[in-house]
């Protein structure tokens, strides 16, 4: 074999290195406890509050109100931790039930209360705030419960969802009782399912006077919110035509390609596509409702984007088209959201066995927001899981550079958990365009998502844009294909977005793997790094760009002598850990009596969803942690809490900033600093994304000699996190938790002498690890004429 193409490799923990979680005994009361004094006035508040809640749920069963009593339980501003929710939660535990049944915002709790005995049982809690001091000092204060009302513009639908009871059965009678209420006031509906669990009823030719109206029946206090039913619109703008031809590329016709789903306006069959197009397409809508303008060029990118820009950006080998119109010509008008979602829904339903990898540059031109998920993005991530498929997403498009202010957000359905979300960065500098050649593109909107998730997760290529001396827009755009079978540019992050779904199929194409989104996740975002000439500051990068601009596929699934990048693809269960203490770390990166070497480490895992919990949608989060030791130890399993025989001493993560030296990053100017380094603290963030790169030779002097002399063994710690609600709910309801987690961790030496892949590879056979080459398939050709 080739040296300089040495696959990458899966390795397995061995059963030694699954181990249970232990717990920890401490009847301590915490020094975030409130005294004596505090806890009594606390105490004393709460009960008024509570006093003013039994008014209203007396008025309520009085009126015999069938929807379930809720109300809302605020936080102190410090008490919105994990650690602490367990506590509150304990406060509202009732004869085994939970009745903490949803996250209003990031401080505030929905509260079920099913008669005046339990709110009687509440106070006597409150009263005795001594025993309940943790409780009460997490607790600011108790306010009626009142849905989110927006006023609902003309011409739009209202958008309608219901309070999750977390009780299938009461969540049924209060669909059934707003559709009866709706019914009754004469008033068209549609209902939609998002997710499973998470439905949306659309209100049709209504009015703010006809909302009002509703608050009169009971139904009201069953609502979470009412807002406009948000409207898409997509064209295809600023496009410029070229004279230069590209020479048409053909199919192999005894290659079995893989198939991309291009969630779209449609695509032509111009002579470029035609070869690749599906014979069979999808759409909802006749051919007289179509113009495949933006799908068009989006297919073309997929295909052409190399050919186009004159460049290897991805390598793919051929990629098969499949049109999905999910979208018609909305010139006249917007598509409203739940009519796109079941669009997308049924193409995906009937074509998810045979294409795994779907394109969707579509947007809504709304920005998401900081305490919630938008319904367009649980309504993604419920496909991805319930197909098993891979959705790459646009970031979104902001014209706020025309008018000299900031980038905004990213779109709504940008914040999809699941997606492999993408930006873009400028290409080529026209002479009016701001942003410089491997930048971020004029347009492209920013991150952070809600909870402060890393959206977009990485970048590619879709133009740049400038304001002219007399005021017009400046675009220069990518290449690809008109409707009508011309090149043509245009600029957005919908052209960014096929690059990156063109990648992820050509991985697929090229590796004998069955398919594996979060695999083809990990791979890519692992794979991508930071222009050498981008401009924008370290602790802005990840908002601006995601992880960078990936690799080629060739450069992914390959490693060079000099590095190795090795593959950890499990689940892990609640109460267990991966605690690998015989990590193969090469000794032949021992330089000058300490270990040096490069670092890459990401972490892809899909974290528990669930929409009822708003901001807290992420559910659970899995820590990691990657360093040295000094020795292992025995350990007495006979006492309490302690349940694996084996320990560390000395052990240190070093995937921590506080390690290194400031002086020698500033210092350094090769390519890694430019690079790849990356050191985010993400704490117990729960981020379904994380990835480090580190460089050991910029350790402190003092840390160098703490942790990493010749004598030090090295571990890899995992661990599972969970949310108090869902703990809860797993006890409640009998199942299991778990997660499926990608990690990938490359080591590598910077001066490219050691030899890290073989030693690495001998040392996976010395300690008596599992470990495979990536399967690599069937070169793929095509041909053009």
Not at 65 to 81: G, L, N, R, W, Y
Not at 87 to 104: D, P, R, S
Request: hydrophobic share 35%; glycine share 6%.
């Amino acid at each position: 074999m080739d040296k300089e193409k040495l696959p990458i490799k899966f390795f397995a923990p061995r059963e030694i290195d699954e181990l249970r979680v232990e717990g920890i005994g401490n009847n301590e009361i915490p020094k975030w406890v409130l005294s004596d004094n505090e806890l009594e006035q606390r105490s004393s508040k709460l009960l008024d509050a509570l006093e003013n809640l039994e008014v209203l749920m007396n008025e309520r069963e009085h009126k015999k109100s069938v929807v379930p009593f809720i109300f809302v339980a605020k936080m102190d501003k410090e008490s919105t931790a994990k650690s602490k929710r367990k506590y509150i939660t304990n406060l509202f535990q009732m004869e085994n039930t939970n009745n903490v049944i949803g996250v209003k915002t990031s401080d505030s709790l929905l509260i079920k209360a099913a008669n005046t005995n339990e709110l009687d049982e509440l106070s006597s809690r409150i009263k005795n705030f001594k025993l309940n001091c943790r409780s009460l000092s997490c607790l600011e204060n108790f306010e009626p419960y009142t849905p989110f009302y927006a006023e609902v513009p003309k011409d739009y639908n209202a958008k309608v969802k219901l309070v999750n009871y977390q009780d299938y059965e009461q969540n049924i009678a209060i669909q059934r009782l707003l559709e009866r209420t709706l019914h009754e006031r004469e008033i068209i509906f549609k209902k939609t399912l998002y997710s499973a669990e998470h439905s949306i009823h659309k209100l049709q030719d209504i009015n703010n006077a006809v909302i009002d109206d509703l608050k009169k029946y009971d139904i009201y206090e069953g609502i979470f919110s009412i807002e406009p039913m948000p409207k898409y619109i997509v064209g295809l703008d600023d496009v410029d035509y070229e004279n230069d031809r590209i020479s048409v590329i053909y199919p192999d016709d005894q290659m079995d390609y893989v198939k991309i789903g291009i969630l779209d306006n449609g695509v032509a069959h111009i002579k470029y596509l035609s070869p690749w197009l599906c014979k069979e397409k999808w759409s909802p809508y006749p051919e007289s409702a179509i113009t495949p303008s933006h799908g068009t060029f989006v297919a073309g990118v997929v295909l052409y984007g190399d050919q186009c820009e004159q460049k290897e950006l991805v390598g793919h080998g051929g990629i098969k088209l499949f049109d999905a119109t999910v979208f018609p010509d909305t010139s006249k008008e917007g598509l409203d959201e739940d009519e796109l979602i079941e669009n997308i829904k049924e193409a995906i339903k009937r074509y998810h066995n045979e294409i795994k990898i779907w394109n969707l540059s579509i947007s809504i031109t709304r920005l998401i927001g900081d305490h919630k998920f938008s319904d367009m993005a649980i309504a993604l991530d419920a496909l991805q899981d319930q197909h098993n498929i891979m959705i790459c997403k646009s970031a979104g498009n902001c014209n706020n550079f025309q008018l000299n202010l900031p980038k905004g957000r990213i779109h709504e359905g940008a914040d999809s958990v699941r997606s492999l979300v993408v930006g873009s960065i400028a290409h080529k500098k026209g002479i009016y365009d701001y942003a410089e050649i491997d930048n971020p593109s004029p347009f492209s909107r920013i991150g952070p998502g809600p909870e402060y998730i890393i959206k977009p997760e990485i970048s590619h290529y879709g133009g740049n844009a400038g304001i002219k001396p007399n005021g017009e827009v400046s675009i220069t755009g990518v290449t690809s294909f008109s409707m009508n079978g011309a090149l043509s540019k245009a600029a957005g992050t919908s052209y960014s977005t096929p690059r990156v779904a063109a990648l992820a199929a050509g991985i697929y194409q090229n590796i004998a793997e069955e398919f594996d989104p979060l695999l083809l996740k990990a791979l890519i975002i692992h794979s991508a790094s930071y222009p050498s000439n981008l401009k924008v500051p370290e602790i802005e990068r990840t908002k601006q760009i995601g992880f960078g601009i990936p690799k080629t596929v060739k450069d992914i699934i390959y490693n060079s002598p000099y590095e190795v990048t090795l593959i950890l693809r499990d689940t892990l269960a609640k109460s267990e850990i991966i605690d690998i203490m015989d990590f193969p770390m090469p000794a032949c990166l021992i330089k000058n009596g300490y270990f040096t070497g490069q670092i890459i480490a990401t972490l892809v895992y899909d974290p528990i969803l669930d929409p009822s919990q708003g901001i807290e949608y992420c559910q659970s989060n899995i820590d990691i942690k990657f360093g040295s030791y000094d020795e292992k130890f025995d350990r007495d399993i006979s006492q309490r809490h302690i349940l694996n025989p084996i320990g560390r001493k000395g052990s240190q993560n070093l995937l921590l900033g506080n390690f290194f030296s400031k002086n020698k990053m500033k210092n350094k100017s090769e390519e890694f600093a430019m690079k790849e380094r990356l050191q985010i603290q993400y704490g117990d963030k729960y981020y379904p994304v994380k990835k480090y790169a580190i460089d050991l030779s910029e350790l402190t002097d003092k840390k160098k000699i703490d942790y990493l002399t010749p004598d030090k063994k090295w571990f890899l710690y995992l661990k599972g996190i969970y949310r108090d609600h869902l703990e809860q709910k797993s006890i409640i309801d009998s199942f299991q938790l778990s997660q499926e987690f990608c990690l990938m961790l490359t080591i590598r030496d910077p001066l490219s002498k050691e030899n890290v892949y073989d030693e690495v590879t001998q040392k996976l056979n010395e300690f008596n690890f599992w470990h495979s080459n990536i399967k690599i398939a069937t070169d793929v050709n095509i041909h053009q004429n």
